[in-house]
């Protein structure tokens, strides 16, 4: 049987954090145990955001670095910088004439711009450039060029692809075939629960993070400063209602977590206790990635490699696409 395929798109934004890391990466990398594989770097798509060249240099570089460091194997996994498949862009623009102007004009995003500057009295289209207002269908040319089954991503992503749907359904209808297979998107489980350093959602916009390769002395710091409540040493303490409780079951094995469980449970335990315990199996599981990615950021040679060979293969699948389209709609 021939396998599936996942594909996703990775936003070049430096460094993840532990959110990041347990919520899409493991996950991804999980899937490409059982699929067929393609994740690529959205760097386009951070064009319409960051115009600065060396960020979006180094960002691309660091992203790579995390993901490599993280066991994605290229070999396995077809990994490729977007910009290094220019067919993409063509499929934008076959896309676009297919993409109803009010179909954009719902994405979430969007509309998201046009409150925020409704509310402080600026124009509606204020900061609104014409990548960002056409995000979704650049996407869905992501998508659609390799003929993907599944697009694991975030919950803030279900509408694009969903939008990507939308286009391909009404390609297909407009020339009676199956010029694209339609996507579904499928969403990461655990990434909503993820606790951050102060009892909210992890997250880079509560500030509030755990950067995946801290050096072992600042990720320490990090876990020390988690919130706890006021509870004395001696009082028994609830491991479902805490946070250092529930970062630590993302990386304590079963037997861990029934003994710290139980160590909450009789009392006796400190915070500053349960916060070591947590450090130590997360350093443990951390290190060897941390390792791995301050090697990578030393030598880059092997991830700008990786990715010139993902890219050359990438491009080969696309340009048979674009030739198969080509023929659909009478540009050959
Ligand atoms: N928009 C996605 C995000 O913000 C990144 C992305 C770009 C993507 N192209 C994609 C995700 C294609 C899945 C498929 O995270």
Known sequence: MTKRISLTGIKPTGIPHIGNYLGAIKPALKLSETCEARYFIADYHALNSCKDPQEIRNMTLEIAAAWLASGLDPQQTLFYRQSDVPETFELLTILLAFTPKGLMNRAHAYKAMLQSNAKSG??????VNMGLYTYPVLMAADILLFDTDFVPVGNDQ????????????????????????????????????LVG????????????????FAPEKQLRKLI?????NSQSVEEPKNPDTCSVFSLYKNFGTTAQL???????????????????????????????LRERYNELMADPSVIHKALKEGGERARSLAAQKIVQLRKIIGIA
């Open 158 to 193: 279900f509408q694009h692809v969903e939008m990507a749907q939308d286009i391909a359904q009404s390609f297909n209808y407009v020339y009676g075939c199956e010029g694209f297979k339609i996507p579904q998107p499928l969403a990461h489980e655990d990434s909503k629960t």
């Open 224 to 228: 020390m400063s988690i919130v706890t």
């Open 197 to 212: 350093l102060d009892g909210r959602k992890m997250s880079k916009s509560y500030n509030n993070t755990i950067p995946m």
């Open 258 to 288: 029934e003994a710290l469980r139980q160590r909450y449970l009789a009392g006796g335990m400190g915070w500053g206790h349960a916060k070591q315990e947590l450090f130590e199996v997360m350093n443990a599981h951390l290190s060897p």
């Open 122 to 127: 600026k124009d509606p289209d204020d900061g």
